[in-house]
Protein backbone atom coordinates (compact mmCIF):
# COMPACT_ATOMS: atom_id res chain seq x y z
CA UNK A 1 0.00 0.00 0.00
CA UNK A 2 0.43 3.73 -0.44
CA UNK A 3 3.24 5.00 2.36
CA UNK A 4 4.17 8.20 3.45
CA UNK A 5 7.76 9.11 5.55
CA UNK A 6 7.12 12.09 8.00
CA UNK A 7 10.41 13.20 9.15
CA UNK A 8 11.36 14.42 11.60
CA UNK A 9 10.19 11.94 14.22
CA UNK A 10 10.41 13.94 16.91
CA UNK A 11 12.11 17.83 17.52
CA UNK A 12 13.62 19.51 20.54
CA UNK A 13 13.44 22.80 19.84
CA UNK A 14 13.46 26.53 21.76
CA UNK A 15 10.56 29.12 22.10
CA UNK A 16 10.83 31.62 19.02
CA UNK A 17 12.69 29.08 16.68
CA UNK A 18 11.20 28.23 13.74
CA UNK A 19 10.42 24.16 12.71
CA UNK A 20 10.21 22.73 9.21
CA UNK A 21 9.02 19.30 9.14
CA UNK A 22 8.11 17.24 5.87
CA UNK A 23 6.48 14.38 4.23
CA UNK A 24 7.22 12.29 0.99
CA UNK A 25 5.08 9.54 -0.72
CA UNK A 26 5.84 6.47 -2.94
CA UNK A 27 3.24 7.19 -4.77
CA UNK A 28 1.76 10.60 -6.24
CA UNK A 29 -1.08 12.47 -4.31
CA UNK A 30 -3.43 14.90 -5.57
CA UNK A 31 -4.42 16.43 -1.88
CA UNK A 32 -1.93 16.81 0.81
CA UNK A 33 -3.32 17.84 4.32
CA UNK A 34 -1.36 18.46 7.76
CA UNK A 35 -3.13 18.12 11.25
CA UNK A 36 -2.18 18.69 14.52
CA UNK A 37 -2.99 16.41 17.37
CA UNK A 38 -2.89 17.10 21.54
CA UNK A 39 -2.67 14.35 23.78
CA UNK A 40 -6.20 13.17 23.98
CA UNK A 41 -7.53 14.58 21.89
CA UNK A 42 -8.21 14.25 17.73
CA UNK A 43 -6.38 15.33 15.00
CA UNK A 44 -7.23 19.17 14.29
CA UNK A 45 -6.76 20.38 10.34
CA UNK A 46 -4.25 22.69 9.61
CA UNK A 47 -3.56 23.29 6.42
CA UNK A 48 -5.36 21.79 3.35
CA UNK A 49 -3.39 21.90 -0.30
CA UNK A 50 -4.61 20.82 -3.60
CA UNK A 51 -2.39 22.03 -6.16
CA UNK A 52 1.09 20.76 -6.81
CA UNK A 53 3.47 23.92 -6.08
CA UNK A 54 0.75 25.14 -4.01
CA UNK A 55 1.57 27.37 -1.01
CA UNK A 56 -0.67 27.60 1.67
CA UNK A 57 -0.87 30.07 5.09
CA UNK A 58 -2.65 29.97 8.06
CA UNK A 59 -1.11 32.31 10.73
CA UNK A 60 2.55 31.41 11.78
CA UNK A 61 2.02 27.88 9.37
CA UNK A 62 3.25 27.54 6.14
CA UNK A 63 2.85 24.57 4.11
CA UNK A 64 3.80 23.69 0.54
CA UNK A 65 2.58 20.80 -1.53
CA UNK A 66 5.72 19.90 -3.75
CA UNK A 67 5.87 19.94 -7.59
CA UNK A 68 6.55 16.11 -7.93
CA UNK A 69 3.01 15.57 -6.12
CA UNK A 70 5.19 12.98 -3.85
CA UNK A 71 5.95 15.37 -1.12
CA UNK A 72 4.64 18.42 0.98
CA UNK A 73 6.19 20.69 4.27
CA UNK A 74 5.34 22.13 6.79
CA UNK A 75 6.99 25.21 8.67
CA UNK A 76 6.26 27.16 11.35
CA UNK A 77 7.50 30.17 12.57
CA UNK A 78 8.38 32.25 15.56
CA UNK A 79 6.80 28.92 17.84
CA UNK A 80 5.61 28.94 21.08
CA UNK A 81 4.62 26.95 23.57
CA UNK A 82 1.38 25.59 22.32
CA UNK A 83 2.72 24.47 19.20
CA UNK A 84 4.08 21.24 21.54
CA UNK A 85 1.83 18.40 20.02
CA UNK A 86 2.09 15.84 16.87
CA UNK A 87 2.22 16.78 13.46
CA UNK A 88 0.86 14.93 10.95
CA UNK A 89 0.86 14.80 7.60
CA UNK A 90 -2.07 12.76 5.21
CA UNK A 91 -2.37 12.31 1.35
CA UNK A 92 -5.00 10.99 -0.90
CA UNK A 93 -4.83 9.28 -4.01
CA UNK A 94 -8.23 9.02 -5.70
CA UNK A 95 -7.09 7.48 -8.70
CA UNK A 96 -7.57 3.91 -7.34
CA UNK A 97 -8.06 1.96 -4.20
CA UNK A 98 -9.15 2.63 -0.70
CA UNK A 99 -10.40 6.60 -1.06
CA UNK A 100 -8.96 7.53 2.38
CA UNK A 101 -6.28 9.57 3.68
CA UNK A 102 -3.08 7.78 4.40
CA UNK A 103 -1.15 9.34 7.08
CA UNK A 104 2.15 9.64 8.21
CA UNK A 105 3.65 8.56 11.91
CA UNK A 106 3.63 12.01 13.14
CA UNK A 107 6.40 14.66 13.99
CA UNK A 108 6.84 15.03 17.85
CA UNK A 109 7.38 19.04 18.31
CA UNK A 110 8.73 19.16 22.29
CA UNK A 111 9.68 22.90 22.60
CA UNK A 112 12.00 23.77 25.70
CA UNK A 113 11.92 26.50 28.04
CA UNK B 1 -14.34 22.23 19.32
CA UNK B 2 -15.19 20.03 15.95
CA UNK B 3 -18.64 19.12 15.90
CA UNK B 4 -17.95 15.54 15.66
CA UNK B 5 -18.88 13.30 18.88
CA UNK B 6 -17.72 9.72 20.27
CA UNK B 7 -19.18 7.81 22.49
CA UNK B 8 -18.04 6.27 25.03
CA UNK B 9 -14.64 8.28 25.69
CA UNK B 10 -13.10 5.32 27.52
CA UNK B 11 -13.77 1.43 27.01
CA UNK B 12 -12.31 -1.28 29.24
CA UNK B 13 -13.17 -4.96 27.94
CA UNK B 14 -12.08 -8.05 27.82
CA UNK B 15 -10.44 -10.13 25.39
CA UNK B 16 -13.10 -12.54 22.81
CA UNK B 17 -16.11 -9.67 23.68
CA UNK B 18 -17.94 -7.80 21.24
CA UNK B 19 -18.06 -3.74 21.71
CA UNK B 20 -19.91 -0.93 20.23
CA UNK B 21 -18.25 2.69 19.79
CA UNK B 22 -20.86 5.50 18.72
CA UNK B 23 -20.37 8.70 16.59
CA UNK B 24 -22.31 11.62 15.36
CA UNK B 25 -20.69 13.41 12.46
CA UNK B 26 -20.54 17.50 12.18
CA UNK B 27 -24.50 19.19 11.31
CA UNK B 28 -24.37 18.77 7.48
CA UNK B 29 -21.66 16.22 7.11
CA UNK B 30 -22.73 13.03 4.73
CA UNK B 31 -19.58 10.82 5.13
CA UNK B 32 -18.18 9.02 8.29
CA UNK B 33 -14.48 7.61 8.66
CA UNK B 34 -13.30 5.93 11.30
CA UNK B 35 -9.84 5.37 11.99
CA UNK B 36 -7.75 3.31 14.75
CA UNK B 37 -4.57 4.92 16.52
CA UNK B 38 -2.23 2.82 17.51
CA UNK B 39 1.89 3.13 19.04
CA UNK B 40 3.21 1.57 16.31
CA UNK B 41 1.10 1.50 13.10
CA UNK B 42 0.00 5.61 13.30
CA UNK B 43 -3.74 6.04 12.10
CA UNK B 44 -4.71 3.33 9.57
CA UNK B 45 -8.22 4.40 7.83
CA UNK B 46 -10.97 1.67 8.75
CA UNK B 47 -13.55 2.65 6.21
CA UNK B 48 -16.00 5.05 4.99
CA UNK B 49 -19.54 5.50 4.84
CA UNK B 50 -21.65 8.68 2.22
CA UNK B 51 -24.88 9.39 3.39
CA UNK B 52 -25.48 5.51 4.67
CA UNK B 53 -23.64 3.52 1.88
CA UNK B 54 -19.89 2.29 2.18
CA UNK B 55 -17.68 4.08 0.41
CA UNK B 56 -14.10 3.10 0.83
CA UNK B 57 -12.47 0.05 2.71
CA UNK B 58 -8.86 0.29 4.48
CA UNK B 59 -7.54 -1.97 6.77
CA UNK B 60 -10.52 -3.22 8.69
CA UNK B 61 -10.39 -6.85 9.46
CA UNK B 62 -13.04 -9.05 8.90
CA UNK B 63 -14.04 -8.41 13.17
CA UNK B 64 -14.95 -5.45 12.51
CA UNK B 65 -17.99 -4.18 11.01
CA UNK B 66 -19.76 -0.03 10.57
CA UNK B 67 -22.60 1.41 9.70
CA UNK B 68 -24.55 4.47 9.09
CA UNK B 69 -27.94 4.83 9.74
CA UNK B 70 -30.76 7.03 8.16
CA UNK B 71 -29.67 9.99 10.93
CA UNK B 72 -26.31 9.45 9.94
CA UNK B 73 -24.39 9.06 12.98
CA UNK B 74 -22.54 5.58 12.58
CA UNK B 75 -21.61 2.97 15.03
CA UNK B 76 -18.01 0.70 14.65
CA UNK B 77 -18.52 -3.12 15.85
CA UNK B 78 -15.76 -4.56 16.89
CA UNK B 79 -15.85 -8.34 17.97
CA UNK B 80 -13.63 -11.14 19.73
CA UNK B 81 -11.41 -8.76 20.63
CA UNK B 82 -7.75 -9.46 21.11
CA UNK B 83 -4.90 -7.12 23.11
CA UNK B 84 -3.54 -6.01 19.70
CA UNK B 85 -6.88 -3.92 18.96
CA UNK B 86 -6.28 -2.10 21.89
CA UNK B 87 -5.85 1.22 20.94
CA UNK B 88 -7.71 5.08 19.61
CA UNK B 89 -10.43 4.70 17.49
CA UNK B 90 -11.52 7.88 16.02
CA UNK B 91 -13.94 8.96 13.55
CA UNK B 92 -13.78 12.18 11.36
CA UNK B 93 -16.93 13.59 9.14
CA UNK B 94 -16.53 15.53 6.02
CA UNK B 95 -19.59 17.01 3.93
CA UNK B 96 -19.27 14.99 0.60
CA UNK B 97 -18.35 11.35 -0.45
CA UNK B 98 -14.09 12.87 -0.81
CA UNK B 99 -12.04 13.08 2.30
CA UNK B 100 -10.48 16.24 1.36
CA UNK B 101 -11.32 18.30 4.91
CA UNK B 102 -12.04 15.95 7.67
CA UNK B 103 -13.24 16.70 11.37
CA UNK B 104 -12.03 14.30 13.65
CA UNK B 105 -14.12 13.45 16.71
CA UNK B 106 -12.47 13.52 20.63
CA UNK B 107 -11.38 9.43 20.11
CA UNK B 108 -12.95 6.35 22.07
CA UNK B 109 -9.81 4.52 23.86
CA UNK B 110 -10.58 0.90 23.77
CA UNK B 111 -8.21 -1.08 26.23
CA UNK B 112 -8.78 -4.94 26.39
CA UNK B 113 -7.21 -6.96 28.81
Known amino acids: GQQLNQSPQSMFIQEGEDVSMNCTSS?????WLWYKQDPGEGPVLLIA?????ELTSNGRLTAQFGITRKDSFLNISASIPSDVGIYFCAGRNSGGGADGLTFGKGTHLIIQP | DSGVTQTPKHLITATGQRVTLRCSPRSGDLSVYWYQQSLDQGLQFLIQYYNGEERAKGNILERFSAQQFPDLHSELNLSSLELGDSALYFC????????????FGPGTRLTVL
Open chain 1, 49 to 53: LYKAG
Open chain 2, 92 to 103: ASSVGPAPDTQY
Open chain 1, 27 to 31: SIFNT
